[in-house]
């Protein structure tokens, strides 16, 4: 329907308004609550209960404290380092052993390649579940240690064979040459096959990045040490359990003061942001990886 | 290869020997590479799979898993009496169909209303935002949802006030709460479901619609004549997959969503297994809790599978 709005000129119909309307309706039922949050995190006791209007498409009363607030507590701030240790020395470790095996995985002469991918790909159809892997990681003693966080994650098997099915395209001649020329195989995979691959590597590291900034349940799970929790744990425990001991030290109810749900508000955004910046960059490579998955099935 | 190994000279045997050595030391970086994966799915994928057998275990922590005793399928014996079991079952299902019902369908809504966008710069920020969602953590959706659907503080109730209504503890009641799962679900996913529609869309040759704009046909017949019966492939797709799903809830929602108030809808068989399991350490009946719903959405996925092949359609397993 596009190529015929191209030959004639676009000319709108009531059909065409209604559909826009629709679709508007939907993009700010996204972008509403998000802008809400936000707003609500700026504004403070006295705006808000003086204020008549609860849609606040602006801040009722202006105020910085509810993030000043959200990064003084020592819960968030731990709980920022760790997601950014977890995410950031989990998506590289992840990528690079990845890519190690799935590069080993495109030989296609590599004796027992068969046997090493159904040794991997079992575990996409058999899981341990919940309660067997908790137990297991319990028994080798790594309950409230930190590095679970890097290592359990570390493989996955989708993700393994896009990356073998990239490798795999790259022509066999430029290994050839590479080798006459004297490099190892290590220097091969550092400097022909890495620098070749970056794009794919990237598409796949933006979702383990994300798999990492977004998980919770595994910190929550295994740790009990509260100074160990990630930040979306900590997040959790301030506005879905709504436990106090987040708020400790912190002023509310004061007029020029932010609410209890203004600090909610503000711990929300913080986690929200970074997703926020970095979402308009990466958003093809979700596409294209999406389509390359699509392919493979 | 296939002859009798006594017929085998040792010469040709030693060379055979010797071809397979070098070949092995040829790769020998392979094998360095592949040899933290390895390790790895030994450890925390072939290990927990091992673990499942405390299913048929009576679980102490003191024996561990190795060391408990065997009890046979006493743990899941033990299933079919349980009221707990059969209402986190029931629940589990019953929101699954509603999510089939609802949260399917909208994702294909949303792909066809883009289709029919004329505005390319329009039709680009709608997709970018309607995917938005899809990366934003349960926790962050349901503490966005706590925020705003407060019975006290909440925009939604403050507006349901405004208009004379009294203020309704949305996630406290249990029709209530079905609702927002629902609701919720399609807000976290529909953009990223209409993806798949999406490239489907693009798919279809636009020599079709040409043809039928020179025979006449208007948007409607379009649609209903040329669009769904292009993607009635990928539908059905997404609908087996939905269909085999229909045991595994969605944990991360229900778990941040849920409350005591609301236990009798909206537990479903994985926020059971956890509770069963972390909070009241009941290892081995809930693991075999989970292998039985494991297993059953297994056979799920096959028996669906088995039916859309014999249908005529392309199957996915």
Not at chain 1, 103 to 119: D, E, I, V
Not at chain 2, 94 to 114: C, E
Not at chain 2, 187 to 193: H, K, L, R, V, Y
Request: aromatic share 14%; net charge positive; charged share 15%.
């Amino acid at each position: 329907m596009q190529r015929k709005s191209k030959k004639k000129k676009k000319k709108y119909t009531f059909a065409d308004y209604v559909i826009g309307f629709l679709l508007l309706c939907f993009a700010i039922s996204i972008i509403y609550p998000v802008w809400y949050l936000f707003m609500l995190s700026l504004s403070t006791y006295g705006g808000i209960s003086s204020s008549d209007n609860p849609f606040m498409l602006t801040p009722a009363g202006f105020t910085l404290t509810a993030y000043k607030n959200i990064f003084s507590s020592p819960y968030i701030q731990s709980g920022y380092l760790i997601t950014i240790f977890r995410t950031v020395v989990g998506t590289s470790a992840s990528i690079f052993f990845m890519a190690l095996a799935a590069y080993a995985l495109s030989k296609s002469n590599l004796p027992g390649r068969k046997g090493f991918t159904m040794f991997f790909m079992v575990n996409m159809f058999i899981q341990g579940g919940l309660i067997p892997t908790y137990l297991m990681i319990k028994e080798l003693g790594l309950l409230d240690n930190i590095w679970l966080l890097v290592l359990l994650p570390l493989f996955n098997t989708y993700y393994m064979i896009i990356l073998r099915s990239f490798f795999s395209t790259i022509p066999k001649s430029l290994e050839e040459a590479a080798r006459i020329d004297g490099a190892s195989e290590v220097q091969i995979f550092g400097k022909v096959i890495v620098p070749l691959s970056i794009p794919s590597l990237i598409a796949v590291g933006t979702w383990v990045f994300f798999t990492h900034w977004n998980s919770w349940f595994d910190s929550q799970l295994y740790f009990t040490t509260m100074k160990k929790q990630v930040v979306l744990v900590q997040i959790r425990r301030l506005v879905i359990e709504q436990s106090n001991l987040l708020l400790t030290g912190m002023t509310t109810g004061k007029a020029n003061l932010p609410t209890e749900n203004s600090i909610q508000a503000a711990g929300i955004m913080v986690t929200v942001l970074p997703v926020l910046i970095i979402y308009p960059f990466v958003k093809r490579f979700f596409v294209e990886g999406m389509t390359l998955g699509a392919v493979k099935e | 290869m296939k002859k009798d190994p006594n017929q085998m000279n040792l010469v040709q045997k030693k060379s055979k020997f010797q071809l397979i050595g070098k070949q092995l030391y040829h790769y020998r970086w392979m094998y360095l590479f592949l040899l933290p994966a390895v390790i790895w799915y030994i450890l925390f994928a072939y290990l927990p799979i091992y673990g499942i057998s405390i299913a048929f275990k009576d679980y102490n922590i003191v024996e561990g898993v190795w060391g408990s005793a065997w009890v046979g399928l006493d743990n899941f014996r033990k299933i079919f009496s349980d009221a707990n079991f059969a209402r986190a079952f029931k629940n589990t299902i019953f929101i699954s169909a509603l999510k089939l019902i609802f949260v399917t369908p909208s994702g294909l809504i949303l792909a066809l209303l883009l289709s029919e966008v004329k505005n390319k710069l329009f039709k680009g920020a709608v997709q970018s935002f309607s995917m938005l969602t899809h990366f934003f953590s349960w926790v962050i959706i349901a503490s966005i949802m706590t925020v705003m659907l407060s019975p006290n503080t909440g925009v939604v109730n403050q507006i349901i006030v405004m208009l004379g209504g009294e203020p309704i503890y949305f996630l406290a009641e249990e029709k209530w709460f079905i609702v927002w799962v629902v609701l919720s679900d399609i807000w976290e996913s529909a953009g990223w479901n209409a993806l798949i529609f999406i490239a489907a869309i693009s798919g279809i040759s636009p020599e079709l619609y040409e043809a039928a704009s020179i025979d006449g046909a208007g948007r409607w017949s379009k649609l209903f004549r040329i669009t769904i019966p292009c993607l009635s492939g990928t539908i059905c797709t997404v609908l087996i997959l939905k269909l085999g799903g229909l045991l595994s809830g969605n944990f991360n929602q229900i778990f941040n969503l849920y409350n005591s108030a609301v236990m009798d809808v909206a537990d479903i068989l994985d926020t059971y297994v956890y509770r069963l399991g972390i909070n009241s350490m009941q290892y081995s009946y809930s693991s075999a809790v989970n292998l039985f719903q494991n297993v059953i959405g297994l056979l799920l996925v096959f028996t669906v599978n088995k039916i859309v092949k014999r249908a005529g359609q392309e199957g996915v397993v």
